[in-house]
């Protein structure tokens, strides 16, 4: 049957008596809000997420982004401790929480300026090494080429720097890897050259001598002189030249067996002075790793300097959290004193 249409709907709300109103607002009065820990802790993050200062605080996109679930953990913990009253106190402890979460920056800022230099140590390292090496080498065989022609007119001067920085790579050439395994083929080079054609080529000789004279003249000296025997020019000799030719080869094998005793035996010196060298190389690795514990100056003096800013913000933020609520406790709070400390006139 349909209803007829001056009928009330079932729908429609009933008015609320005055009665049941002004009792609502003495429960409202009453109210102490939540009891439970659940319920403070879900009444704190409200005041966290409302706040237009939490909001701006913590990065949340790109690579330097950070947790908002540890930012709203620290206002949590502050709000508990600090247990603030309205919303001046409310934002004064979101603004010391706001100081603790930027002083941590500064350590994490601190700590990438640190890796920055530390993650690339090595390759670094690796690289002046290998710098400094080719560098020496080259103009080490630089010089070889330059005045390697027969014409002493045709020779370039040598001024005096060039000179001293011949000097100081020929003297080097011992102290890096790269220098070693170039004296090492060097001397390896002769010994297959000696077992191959029974002196050492002349490119070889030069090279030898240029690089050994100054630390192992004994070396540079027998292998300058070690080259190809002097042509025999009997066509049918006695037995008187037979008997010398005899005598000399086996001086020339005595010969060739002294060279080979002296270039093994710088080998394997070298050798020593590769594992020296690595040696070396991992103790000064570690020194500057050492020295990189802090810092740049710069970086240093920046960061001082924003972490200052940041704790003249923080205890300027404590100090009038605690006068404001001693204010609320009724306590007799003085005025902050201002002093100046600048320079009189």
Partial sequence: MAPHLNDKSQSEKQPVSISKVEANRRNALRSTGPKTERGKRTVA?????????????????????????????????????YEPVGVVEELLVQTIAHCWWKKARVIR????EIRKRLDTLAMDRE????????????LFDGHLLLFSTENQADRPVLTRDGSSALREAKRDLNKHALGLLFLTVLLETAKSEIARDGYISLDIRNKIFHAFSDWDYCLANACIGYGPPEAKTEDRPSEKVVDKQAVDEQGD??????????????LERISELKRDVTKREE??????????SLPPADATDK????????????????????RLQRQRRGEN??????????RRR
Avoid at 283 to 292: C, G, I, Q, T, V
Avoid at 333 to 342: E, K, S, T
């Fill in 127 to 138: 690289q002046r090494n290998s710098e400094k090496g080719n560098h020496d080498l080259a």
């Fill in 253 to 266: 094998k005595k010969r060739a067996d002294d060279v080979v005793a002296a270039i093994d035996n710088r």
């Fill in 303 to 322: 960061l001082l300097r924003y972490e200052a800013h940041l704790d003249r913000g923080l205890y300027r933020a404590m100090d009038q959290l605690e």
């Fill in 333 to 342: 709070v003085p005025p902050p004193l201002n002093i100046n400390l600048g």
């Fill in 45 to 81: 993050r409200n005041a966290i997420k409302h706040g237009f200062l939490a909001r701006e605080v913590v990065i949340t996109a790109g690579d330097g982004k950070e947790s908002s679930e540890e930012f709203h953990d620290l206002v949590e913990k502050l709000h508990k401790y």
């Fill in 109 to 112: 800022a601190e700590n990438g």
């Fill in 283 to 292: 103790l000064a690795r570690d020194a500057e790793a050492r020295s990189f």
